[in-house]
C-alpha cells in the first residue's frame, strides 16, 4: 500500500478523516522535537484513513448531430499605399527623360479592382464604375491601373508590415540561403564556360559572372522609347564598356558606365579574370558603340539558364544572396565586442554602405547637407570647449583636495561624472559627423530593406548588446516582426 504525507492526501482528495498519533502538550519545545523525530522515524504513518478516492473527469458525451462549429481563419491588415496619387508633374529618379511631363488623374474608370468573390465589392465614387472587378488569388494587389507617364503598372498593396508580405519576405530569404548550398557549383561551372567553343555560351558565363560579382541586374527588355533608356547587364551596349589592360595599378580593367534602373548612373571600375577580359575582347570586336555587348543572349535566355541552375534563382536572388552574405562577414571583420554601442552602431552603417556599393544604391548629396554639416561642426567645437573647461574644473578640484589633505569629496564625484557625460556626448557627435559624411551619396534604406536578411541583423545586435531600436525604427520592426522568433545569436545566413 502507497502510504503519502497527510497534507498531500487532504489535498488530492476530497474527504479525509485520519487519526494519528499525538503528543502531550505539557512536553516541552525540546521533547516535541525529540517525539517528532521519533515518531517520524516509525513506519506506522497512521492508525485510521478514511476517504472517497480521486475525482475523475465526465464521460466523452458528443454533440447533438445539429451542432456545428463555425471558424473565423480571416484577419484586419493594414493596407499600404491606400490613397491614389493626385495629378501633378512627374519628377522619376536620376536623369529621367520624362522628368517634368503631366502625370494625368487616375479615374475610377481605369483602375481594376482585386477581391474574393464573395466578399463585398467597394463602391466606386458615386456617377463613376471600375474598369473591372476580378478575383485573382494569385497576387496579393488590391487595385491596379496604368499610368500615363511610363506606360507602367501602378498597384494599391498590403502594408509592409502584414502577414502576407512576412511570408514572402521569409521566402525570398530562404530562395536566397538555399543559393548559398550551390553557389559553387555554379561559379564552377560558369568558369568553366568562358572556354567554351560556343559563343552564346560564353557570353552567358560573362553576363552570369557579371551579375554575380557586381549585383547587376538582368535588364528587362522593352518597346524603344517606351521608357527612360535605361539598361541591365543583358542590355549593355558596347559604348558602355571600356577595357584597359593596366589601370589604377590593377590588370584588366572593366570600366563601366550605364544608367542603371531609375536612370541611376551606374559607373564602376573592377578588376576582372583574364578570361573574362578575354572574352569582352572578343564580344566588342567589329561592332558599333550602339551595338548589343551581348548580341547572342536575351533577359528571357538568362533568366532561363538561371532556372535551371536552381528553383526560382533570378538575378534578384543573387543580388540578395550577396547582399546579406557582404553584410554578415563586414559585421564579422568591423565588431568589436569592446567598443561602445555608439561604435558598433557606427560599424553597422559601415557594414550596410559597402552593401549599399555593392548593389549601386546611390542618391544625390542633399541640399541641406553643407549647412547641416557645418550646424553639426558648430556643435562639435561648442563641445570641445565644455569638455576642455570640466577638465580645468576637475583638475582645479583636485588640487584643492591635496592642499587639505584629502582624496574624495562629493564635488569631485560630480566634477568626474559631468567630464565623463560631456566626453560621450563629444563622441556621438564626432560618430555623427563621420557617418554622415560617408553616407553623403549612398542610399543605405534600400538595401537594408530589402536584400538584407533582418535575422543578420537581429541576431548582431543580440550577439554586440545593441539595442535592436538602434537599427530598426518602429516600423521597421512591425515589418520584420516574422524575423525576431526566427534570428538567435548563433544564426548564420
Known sequence: MLLLPLRVLRRRFQHVSCRVPCLQASQGAKANRAGWEEKSRSRVKWRQLEHKG???????EPLPDGVRFFYDDGRREKIGNFKMEPPGLFCGRGDHPKMGKLKRRVMPEGVVINCSRDSKIPEPPAGHQWKEVRSDNTVTWLAAWTENVQNSFKYIILNPSSKLKGEMDWQKYEVARRLKGVVDKIRAQYQADWKSPERKKRQLAVALYFIDKLALRTGNEKEEGEAANTVGCCSLRVEHVRLHEKADGQEHVVELDFLGKDSIR????VSVEKLVFQNLQHFMEDKDPKDDLFDA?????????????MEGLTAKVFRTYNASTTLQEQLRVLTRAEDSVTSKVLAYKRANRAVAVLCNHQRAIPKTFEKSMR????????????VAEAQVE???????LRIRGESKSKSLLQKQRRLLRLEEQLVRLHTQATDKEENKQVALGTSK???LDPRISIAWCKRSGVPIEKIYSKTQRERFAWAFNQAGEDFEF
Not at 375 to 386: D, G, H, R, Y
Not at 394 to 400: C, M, S
Open 449 to 451: 530593406l530589402n536584400y
Open 297 to 309: 543572349l536575351t533577359t528571357a535566355s538568362l533568366n532561363k539558364h538561371l532556372q535551371d541552375l
Open 266 to 269: 551606374y559607373i564602376n571600375r
Open 54 to 60: 480521486p475525482y475523475f473527469t465526465p464521460a466523452y
Open 375 to 386: 550646424t553639426l561642426q558648430q556643435k562639435i567645437e561648442t563641445k570641445k570647449a565644455q
Open 394 to 400: 576637475l583638475e582645479k578640484v583636485k588640487a584643492d
